[in-house]
Structure formats: C-alpha cells, structure tokens
C-alpha cells in the first residue's frame, strides 16, 4: 500500500455510503477510515485492530492491504481507473514474491508502462531462438576473465 498521501476523488460521507465502503466489516471499515485519516497502514491496524506485537500487525496489515474488498473501496476513493489498480496490483506483486513469478510479473509491467509489444513472454524454462542465420560463437569461460 502506497505510502505517499493521495489525493480523495469523493467526500468521506459519499464514501461510507458506497456499495464497496458498506460491503466492508466493521473492523476492516474502522481500518480504512483510520488509514484515510493517517495514511499509514500500520498504524490503521494498530488502532482499529487493537494489535500491539509488532510481528503480528506487520502480517496482518499485509493481510489488510491485500484483500479485494479494501482495495476495491480505497480505489473508489481514490479514484483509481481499472489499470491503474492493476498496475499497482502488480508493483506489489513485484516487491513481495521471488524467483519465476517475480521476473513475470517485471517483465509485464515493463511492457504495460512502455508499450512494449515487439516480444512475447518466454516460458520458464525456454530458451528464445536466434534471430540471426549466423551460427552461434562459444565462449570460454577464461575469455572474459581479466
């Protein structure tokens, strides 16, 4: 969850009235209104949660940050298009997984942020073929070594 302060699209009495506000518990409600009003997660778990071992409320704001029902009630909030809530989806998607999923999910972004379409994704496991006729020249390992 984005830690700089962003700018509301809509005022908070037209927010708690909406379908994504109201489909929300009143916990998870109390958790959006204390993050809207200090925005710094932790901190909205601390309090509406009640939480104090600081272990426990990193996991469970990471739970927070994640579900669909807060997310979907922050972007309206917010203002976020459906790509723009995508894109963030998938920075935090970047920052929190490892190995194949990791590099993908690099690998979509840069192609969504810069338009991208000349390469396709290249399976785990799959080498790209050459483009050039020209046989392929084997290296020692000994040659790059000074």
Known sequence: ???AIQNPTMAKEDFR????????TQKQQAWVESFLDSQNASFATRTAYGATDD???AMFTRKLETSPRIIAALNLFYGRSPK????SELERTIQHEK???K???MQLLARLK???KSETPVEPGKELEPTSSAPA???AVNEFVQ
Do not use: I
Request: glycine share 4%.
């Open 1 to 3: 969850m984005a830690t």
């Open 17 to 24: 009235k909406s379908r994504e506000f109201l489909a929300l």
């Open 55 to 57: 272990t426990y409320v």
């Open 84 to 87: 723009d809530a995508f894109l």
């Open 99 to 101: 190995g194949p999923a």
């Open 103 to 105: 590099v993908s999910a």
């Open 114 to 116: 810069f338009n991208d």
């Open 137 to 139: 020249r084997r290296y």
